[in-house]
Every structure is written in C-alpha cells, then in structure tokens.
T-cell receptor, first 114, second 117 residues
Framework: ETGVTQTPRHLVMGMTNKKSLKCEQH?????MYWYKQSAKKPLELMFV???????ENNSVPSRFSPECPNSSHLFLHLHTLQPEDSALYLC?????????????FGPGTRLTVL | AQKVTQAQTEISVVEKEDVTLDCVYE???????LFWYKQPPSGELVFLIR??????QNEISGRYSWNFQKSTSSFNFTITASQVVDSAVYFC??????????????FGAGTRLAVHP
C-alpha cells in the first residue's frame, strides 16, 4: 500500500451505534489530520496530531473521539452520532517538520447516520 | 483573518476548451503558502501544487498552469485543452507559516468543473 489509506470507505450506522474510522499513512509522516466534508460546509479541520500528540481540536463534539497510537495510524471513534454528522471524513498526513508541509489525503470514508 | 474565496461554484465546458479557476485569498502574513487540490468523484483530494508567497513566478505543468499575483491576492489555475478526466471539484487553500510541526489549511468552497465530450 502506498500513500494514505482509509477504511471503511463507506459506513452506515444508527444513532446508537459505536464505530471507528481508520487511517493509515505509508509516507513516513509525523503529522496526521481529520477533516469533515459535508455538502453544506467547506472542508472543516477537526483534529491534528503531531508526533502522536493531539495539537489541535477545533471545537469538535465529544461524540467524535480521535486516537493516534503511533505516527502511522489515526482513528476516529464515533458514538451516538446525529444525522447531521453524515459526511465524508478525510484523513491527511504531512511530514510534520515544517508548518508549510504539503498535506496528502486519503480517499475518505463516506458516513451515513440514520 | 485568513480567507480563501472561490467565487465560481460550478463551471461547465466542452472538451478542448481552456478554463480558468479563480482563487482570491486574504491574509495578514507576509509569509504564506498557497495550494491547489483536485477532488475527483472518488473523493480523495489530490495535491496539485504549492507556492510560497515569495515566489511569484507562474508555473506550468503539462496542460495545467498557475498564475500567482500578489498585487491582487490571486492564485488562479488554468487548464488548457480540457479533457473529460479533468471533471472534478478543485480547491484552493492557504496556509500561513507558523511554529509547530503541522500546518493549518484554510480551504475555499471549491469549484466544480464539468468537462463534456
């Protein structure tokens, strides 16, 4: 595998379910990002991890819980979501040694909350 | 405050036409970076180009070219002889140089380009 991969690609869940999104980067990067892309809003940065430490949390509701066990993996744990959380969730990574690095994105997980 | 404006929501062209996607940005910093990404129907954002605020040279890559004009705070993207495979949503983004080992991209709303045969 190369680049940034995300699983699953599609997910349908009920409001009471608990699920997790997984992101893996094969680029040797040190920073990883979660974005939300919904039809009504532009790309929104949710979380940033740099060297496995969360460095950015953009007022995201607690029903979204990120986890970064190592620099190659990033998870987004979901519980008691709302229908308005339906969106495309994109993961990205960057080298992380400069603030002007290029971010490389995965294919996204299309989430539908019923 | 930082802001990126892509005024064109949707553009429709016929194959082989040239098309320009506009991007206007706002920032108070003197050092910043601009990006263009392509998002095909598959969903993945594909990196196209990064320019820093000190390099105003225009760039050409095959059928793609970029025109950076600091005086008008614009970073426009032109596709020459468009093809159906160019159909996608294109995003312009801005990043300020700052301390820390990560960056924050401010994205425009995107321009949806449809190229018809």
């Amino acid at each position: 595998e190369t680049g940034v991969t995300q699983t699953p690609r599609h997910l349908v869940m009920g409001m009471t379910n608990k699920k997790s999104l997984k992101c893996e980067q094969h680029l040797g990067h040190n920073a990883m990002y979660w974005y939300k892309q919904s039809a009504k809003k532009p790309l929104e940065l949710m979380f940033v991890y740099s060297l496995e430490e969360r460095v950015e949390n953009n007022s995201v509701p607690s029903r979204f819980s990120p986890e970064c066990p190592n620099s190659s993996h990033l998870f987004l744990h979901l519980h008691t979501l709302q229908p308005e959380d339906s969106a495309l969730y994109l993961c990205a990574s960057s080298q992380g040694d400069r603030s002007t690095d290029t971010q490389y994105f995965g294919p996204g997980t299309r989430l539908t909350v019923l | 405050a930082q802001k990126v404006t892509q005024a064109q929501t949707e553009i429709s062209v016929v194959e082989k036409e040239d098309v320009t996607l506009d991007c206007v940005y706002e920032t108070r910093d003197t050092t910043y970076y601009l990006f263009w990404y392509k998002q095909p129907p598959s969903g993945e954002l594909v990196f196209l180009i990064r320019r820093n605020s000190f390099d105003e040279q225009n760039e050409i890559s095959g059928r793609y070219s970029w025109n950076f004009q600091k005086s008008t705070s614009s970073f426009n993207f032109t596709i020459t002889a468009s093809q159906v495979v160019d159909s996608a949503v294109y995003f312009c983004a801005l990043s300020e140089a700052r301390s820390g080992g990560y960056n924050k991209l401010i994205f425009g709303a995107g321009t949806r380009l449809a190229v018809h045969p």
